[in-house]
């Protein structure tokens, strides 16, 4: 018995999103300006003092702001509405945009490891005072758009990455300041290449997780918040239901979920039994971070076809 094309269906949950969606916009845009300017100052300081510890600070926050901005241009993409070429909208475009992010990244990441390597065996006389107060004020910026992204970064990935991304920035923002200073009292220019170095690994450990859960939900993998023998487990305690099976969890962007699954009812239930099982298993998927469930009614293992169905 196939119930699924028969009951009232209800889409619950779109509308939570939406004051999410437009604090991230201002959040955004705030967040790309602020890290512009330092850019533009950041990069002159360090052309003009020859630092490299400048230079691949302001690229890796150049490559940050261009994340930003692909971000702000993913959640706009990801409100518009579905059609028919499109049926899901363009909400995947949030995550897309996270893993195109984290490629960027870990390739600035290969091009700053080259030169660092270069400047280690040929050290070049750095102006350590003037990179320390450069890199100073790169600790309020970093870390005053990364307290903005802290709230959001709870909820969607593109703010996780951005919140991790700029809390890194502060750090080696600090890293560069202290080696500043270092440099200016011992003349030990080495040190610029070492703090490109640290730049590097902190970059990488900051994006990795980002480009796990990015490339996990490319590939329609059950979102990493989302344990679904929980998921199973919570569908076989609501009244009515027997058995659930077929069960596909995916990521229709990054603050959405959908899921799709066949679920056996007792065959007295009928058409208003089997209404209120599918309205109180909905419920329950959203309590579980689930916004868009589709389920499929059955009365046995025999009514999709299959014995192991």
């Known amino acids: 018995m196939e119930l699924a094309g028969m009951l009232p269906q209800h889409h619950e949950g779109h509308h939570h999103h939406e004051p999410v969606i437009t604090g991230v916009n ?10 512009l300017l330092f850019v533009i100052a950041e990069a002159l300081a360090g052309f003009l003092n020859h630092s490299l510890a400048l230079l691949t600070d302001a690229g890796h926050n150049l490559g940050d702001a261009a994340g930003l901005a692909l971000a702000l241009l993913a959640f706009r993409l990801s409100r518009i509405r579905s059609n028919d ?12 945009v996270a893993l195109l992010n984290t490629v960027i990244l ?11 390597l270069h400047r280690l065996v040929h050290p070049v006389q750095v102006r350590g005072m003037v990179v320390a107060a450069v890199a100073g004020a790169g ?34 923002s600090l890293g560069v300041v202290a080696a500043g200073i270092v440099m200016a009292y011992t003349g ?12 590097m690994i902190v970059i990488l450990i900051s994006t990795w997780g980002v480009l796990s859960d990015s490339l996990r939900l490319s590939l329609d993998g059950v979102p990493r918040n989302i344990d679904i023998q ?24 990054t603050t959405q979920n959908a899921l799709t699954a066949h679920v056996v ?16 298993l909905r419920h329950t998927m ?24």
């Open 230 to 253: 929980e998921v199973e487990r919570a569908a076989r305690n609501v009244e009515g239901v027997k058995d659930i099976h077929h069960v596909h969890i995916w990521a229709m962007s």
């Open 85 to 96: 070429k499109f049926t899901y909208g363009y909400q995947k475009t949030t995550v897309l």
């Open 139 to 172: 600790i309020f910026i970093n870390g005053g758009t990364a307290w903005l992204f802290a709230r959001e970064s709870k909820k969607e990935l593109n703010m996780r990455s951005a919140y991790l991304h700029m809390t890194a920035d502060a750090l080696v």
């Open 286 to 309: 959203e309590h579980l971070n689930i916004q868009h469930s589709t389920f499929e009614m059955e009365t046995g293992p025999g009514d999709c076809g299959e014995k192991t169905c």
């Open 188 to 199: 030990w220019y080495w040190m610029d290449s070492l703090v490109s170095f640290a730049i």
């Open 26 to 35: 201002r959040i955004l845009i705030i967040g790309i300006l602020l890290n």
């Open 265 to 280: 009812i007792d065959k007295t239930a009928g058409l208003t039994g089997a209404g209120m099982i599918l309205h109180q």
């Open 106 to 116: 870990l390739i600035a990441i290969g091009s700053i490891g080259i030169e660092a």
